[in-house]
């Protein structure tokens, strides 16, 4: 387990743009595959985005496919989520999480291992 803290979170209209950021306090930062889930008032948690620990190889929902961008910057130990064209449907609470060496794959599946932000609240409105 590692601190994950994510940040960007805000009210914005519908069509605009907004920028998540995602910190994750080690060292080895590089190591770690990261990935953003969201959940929305009376839904499960659902996963977004996810970039690879080697080679940088990104996955995304078909919800967000072509609006959504996530990226990393293994020496800021960052990874961020931009996202443009929001929706009145990506209203959600965004968590970032991280897992040492994991497949984004297994980020969705076992989601019990990975390390876990407190969340940052994305309101879109219409």
């Known amino acids: 387990q590692v601190p994950v803290v994510e940040s960007g979170g805000r009210l914005v209209q519908a069509g605009g743009s907004l920028r998540l950021s995602c910190t994750a306090s080690t060292l080895g930062f590089g190591s770690y595959a990261m990935a953003w889930f969201r959940q929305a008032p009376g839904k499960e948690r659902e996963w977004v985005a996810g970039?690879?620990?080697?080679?940088?190889?990104?996955y995304y929902a078909d919800s967000v496919k072509g609006r959504f961008t996530i990226s990393r910057d293994d020496v800021r130990a960052t990874a961020d989520l931009q996202m443009n064209s929001l929706k009145p449907e990506d209203t959600a609470v965004y968590f970032c999480?991280?897992?040492?060496?994991?497949?984004?794959?297994?980020?969705?599946?076992?989601?019990?291992?990975?390390?876990w932000g407190q969340g940052t609240q994305v309101t879109v409105s219409s």
């Open positions: 999480a991280a897992r040492f060496r994991a497949t984004i794959r297994s980020m969705v599946n076992d989601p019990d291992e990975n390390s």
């Open positions: 970039i690879s620990w080697k080679g940088g190889a990104t």
